[in-house]
């Protein structure tokens, strides 16, 4: 049974999509079945990984007009559904809809066996289809930049995971804050990071690996290519496969009292 993850981060501009890329193919290079989503109007996964305007899309999916089989689209060894610039409109219309927020989840029953892992690219919101991805998703990881205004915004997003967990998804658990864009050990981004690590219920919630600047992450996905077709020896691989290392340790220790 594929585990589910979610990108998530209302904050705009953190690394959803760099690392929703990039751990999902990272996953992909040692061995692993691996499913993108692209959940953002934004259509950034989509573009980054090489497929843009799409005619099949997660808002066909969410709406019933297409079954999962028909909107994935095979990347090399990666699948991926990819996303429309009309999104907005889809969302708008499963508003509507009764049990709206399970719709992903529902959805991604029938393929889940398939991989064994899907990953998430959530818009900077925490709209219906945020709450669609928290639902279907078994974790959740927060990318952030060790910056002024950080934290903002972290709180809502822990408290509405907690809520979608009480409410509606209760096998929901955050895997890590994920510090991403570090250029050199200033002391204001240590200050950041420690805040967070002194935090009591959050400590353990930090990632260890931490994504560095890269430039050539950046331009990996303006050529539509993952970090290793890019740049495969280079520092955001690299950072990029001890994430995938880290998170699978992480979910093997969530999952080891259920086993
Ligand atoms: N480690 C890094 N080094 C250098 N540039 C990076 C790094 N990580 C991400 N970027 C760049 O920062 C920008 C924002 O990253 P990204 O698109 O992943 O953020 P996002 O959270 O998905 O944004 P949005 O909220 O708009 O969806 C992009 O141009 C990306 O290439
Ligand atoms: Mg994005």
Same mark, same amino acid.
């Given at each position: 049974?594929?585990?589910?993850?979610?990108?998530?981060?209302?904050?705009?501009? +953190?690394?959803?999509?760099? +690392?929703?890329?990039?751990?999902?193919?990272?996953?992909?290079?040692?061995?692993?079945?691996?499913?993108?989503?692209?959940?953002?109007?934004?259509?950034?996964?989509?573009?980054?990984?090489? !497929?843009?305007?799409?005619?099949?899309?997660?808002?066909?999916?969410?709406?019933?007009?297409?079954?999962?089989?028909?909107?994935?689209?095979?990347?090399?060894?990666?699948?991926?559904?990819?996303?429309?610039?009309?999104? %907005?409109?889809?969302?708008?219309?499963?508003?509507?809809?009764?049990?709206?927020?399970? !719709?992903?989840?529902?959805?991604?029953?029938?393929? =889940?066996?398939?991989?064994?892992?899907?990953?998430?690219?959530?818009?900077?919101?925490?709209?219906?289809?945020?709450?669609?991805?928290?639902?279907?998703?078994?974790?959740?990881?927060?990318?952030?930049?060790? #910056?002024?205004?950080? $934290?903002?915004?972290?709180?809502?997003?822990?408290?509405?995971?907690?809520?979608?967990?009480?409410?509606?998804?209760?096998?929901?658990?955050?895997?890590? !804050?994920? $510090?991403?864009?570090?250029?050199?050990?200033?002391?204001?981004?240590?200050?950041?990071?420690?805040?967070?690590?002194?935090?009591?219920?959050?400590?353990?919630?930090?990632?260890?690996?931490?994504?560095?600047?890269?430039?050539? %992450?950046? #331009?990996?996905?303006?050529?539509? =290519?993952?970090? $290793?077709?890019?740049?495969?020896?280079?520092?955001?691989? $690299?950072?990029?496969?001890?994430?995938?290392? #880290?998170?699978?340790?992480?979910?093997?220790?969530? =999952?080891?009292? %259920?086993?």
């Amino acid at each position: 049974m594929g585990v589910v993850i979610s990108v998530i981060n209302n904050k705009g501009g +953190t690394g959803k999509t760099t +690392t929703s890329l990039n751990l999902g193919a990272a996953f992909a290079e040692k061995g692993h079945n691996v499913l993108l989503i692209d959940l953002d109007s934004q259509c950034n996964l989509s573009t980054s990984i090489g !497929i843009s305007d799409s005619p099949l899309h997660v808002g066909n999916l969410l709406l019933g007009e297409k079954s999962i089989d028909e909107v994935i689209i095979q990347k090399d060894k990666i699948h991926v559904i990819a996303s429309t610039d009309t999104l %907005l409109d889809y969302e708008q219309r499963i508003n509507n809809e009764p049990g709206r927020e399970y !719709i992903l989840n529902e959805a991604l029953l029938a393929i =889940k066996e398939k991989y064994d892992f899907i990953v998430m690219d959530c818009a900077p919101s925490l709209g219906t289809l945020s709450l669609n991805s928290l639902v279907a998703a078994d974790f959740y990881i927060v990318p952030m930049q060790a #910056e002024n205004f950080a $934290f903002i915004g972290l709180d809502k997003i822990l408290q509405i995971s907690e809520k979608v967990k009480k409410r509606m998804n209760p096998k929901l658990e955050l895997v890590g !804050i994920l $510090f991403l864009k570090l250029s050199g050990k200033t002391r204001f981004s240590q200050a950041i990071i420690s805040n967070l690590n002194n935090n009591g219920e959050l400590k353990n919630k930090v990632f260890k690996t931490r994504i560095r600047q890269d430039i050539a %992450l950046m #331009e990996a996905s303006a050529f539509g =290519k993952t970090i $290793f077709e890019y740049s495969k020896s280079g520092r955001g691989a $690299f950072d990029y496969r001890k994430l995938a290392e #880290e998170v699978i340790l992480k979910i093997k220790e969530a =999952k080891a009292p %259920l086993l």
